[in-house]
């Protein structure tokens, strides 16, 4: 095979959380009960899926944005730039400066 037909991507994301942020409730609407974010559970998505709630993500098979999720109440901080909607959450690298509701 020629080597220009083949070739690696590698697909990640800044994960460095802010250890000085207060601990947040999260809730994923339509799913059962809610969880407790800290500073230590990493992203929104990491947390999710630590707590058994599982939320779209696609970055580590070349579907970047696919975990973009809609804010119902409270607000995320992106730990890297974004210039997406307002109400729009990028769960693998955003983090909630309140309790948050969202919405899958
Ligand atoms: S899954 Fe790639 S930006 Fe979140």
Redesign the pocket.
């Known amino acids: 095979m020629p080597h220009f037909d083949v070739f690696a991507e590698a ?1 990640s ?1 800044a994960t460095t959380v802010p250890a000085h942020l207060e601990p947040r409730t999260i809730t994923v609407a339509g799913t059962p009960g809610s969880f407790v974010w800290t500073p230590a559970a990493g992203t929104l ?1 990491d947390a999710a899926l630590a707590a058994g709630i599982g939320l779209p ?3 580590r098979v070349g ?6 999720v809609r804010v119902l109440s409270g607000e995320c901080a992106h730990l890297v730039a974004f210039e997406g909607e307002a109400d729009r959450c ?4 955003a983090v909630p400066v309140t309790d948050l509701v969202l919405a899958p």
């Open positions: 697909f994301a998505l993500s696609g970055c579907q970047c944005e696919s975990c973009i990028l769960t693998c690298q």
